[in-house]
C-alpha cells in the first residue's frame, strides 16, 4: 500500500508525457532529492541522518536515491557545490569594468559575507567540521572547491587594484587572507558558535566589509590613491 504521508513527487508532473530521461539524468528529481537531503541534515546533522531519512523526505524510493547518488557523503558534497554555485554566479555579476576597482571588492565581499554566513552553510561548515577529523578528504575537497576558489577570486581583484595603482602589497597571497578575515570578522565566528542566532542583515554586512575595505586600503593604498580619495571624501 503507498504511503499516504509521502509528499507529492513534482517530477511526476514536470514532464510531458512524451518526454523521458535516462537513469539519473532527470533534473527535478536530482534537485527533489537534494532539497530533501538539505532539511534533512539541517534539522538532524549529518552523522545523525541516515538515507532511509533522505528518502522519506524527499518523497522517493531508496532505488530511485541511489540512481543519482551513490551515498550520504556524495549527497552532502553536491548540496555544498550547489551553494557555492550560487555565490559564483553572484560573484560573476560583478562587472569591474562597469565599478571602480574598490567597489568591486565590496560588492565581492558582500555576496562573500552573504553566503558563508547564511543558515545552510553554517549548517554545512559545522557538519564539516564534525566529519573532517574521521574523513579528512571530505574537509579537503570542501577547502578547495569553496574557500580556496573564493581567494583565487580574489587576489584577481587586488592584482587589478595593484596594477591600477591604487594598492602596493608585499606579499599578495598574505593580504588575501588578511582580507577574507576582515570581511568576517565579528560575525562568522559568532555565526558558527550559535552565538548569533539569526544571518546578519544587508546592512550589517554592507557595514562590516566596508570597514574591511577601509582597514586595507589603510594599510596598503599608495600615497596617490590616499590623497586621491581624502580629496574626493572631502
Known amino acids: 500500500m503507498p504511503d499516504s504521508k509521502r509528499p507529492p ?21 536530482r534537485q527533489q532529492i537534494l532539497d530533501g537531503a538539505q532539511r534533512v541534515f539541517m534539522s538532524m546533522g549529518f552523522d545523525a541522518a541516515s538515507m532511509n531519512d533522505i ?23 553536491q548540496l555544498c557545490e550547489q551553494h557555492r554555485t550560487r555565490l559564483f554566479a553572484q560573484v560573476s555579476m560583478i562587472n569591474g569594468g562597469a565599478l571602480s576597482s574598490r567597489e568591486s571588492l565590496i560588492a565581492y565581499g558582500t555576496a562573500l559575507v552573504k553566503l558563508v554566513t547564511s543558515d545552510m552553510v553554517i549548517s554545512a561548515q559545522r557538519t564539516i567540521l564534525g566529519v573532517t577529523e574521521r574523513k579528512p578528504e571530505i574537509g579537503v575537497r570542501f577547502y578547495e572547491r ?16 595593484e596594477n591600477e595603482g591604487h594598492i602596493q602589497v608585499p606579499d599578495m597571497q598574505h593580504a588575501v587572507y588578511q582580507l577574507a578575515e576582515l570581511f568576517l570578522a565579528g ?25 574591511a575595505v577601509n582597514m586595507f586600503f589603510a594599510a596598503y593604498g599608495t600615497e596617490q590613491y590616499k590623497r586621491e580619495h581624502n580629496h574626493n571624501s572631502g
Open 9 to 29: 513527487d513534482p517530477a511526476a508532473h514536470a514532464l510531458s508525457p512524451n518526454t523521458r530521461h535516462s537513469a539519473g539524468q532527470d533534473p527535478v528529481k
Open 146 to 161: 569553496g574557500p580556496r576558489r573564493g581567494l583565487t577570486i580574489m587576489l584577481a581583484y587586488l592584482e587589478m587594484l
Open 55 to 77: 528518502t522519506r523526505e524527499a518523497g522517493v524510493s531508496k532505488s530511485t536515491i541511489y540512481v543519482y547518488f551513490e551515498s550520504k557523503d556524495e549527497l552532502f558534497e
Open 187 to 211: 560575525s562568522y565566528r559568532q555565526r558558527l558558535f550559535a552565538f548569533m542566532p539569526d544571518e546578519p542583515t544587508e546592512d550589517q554586512i554592507r557595514y562590516n566589509v566596508e570597514s
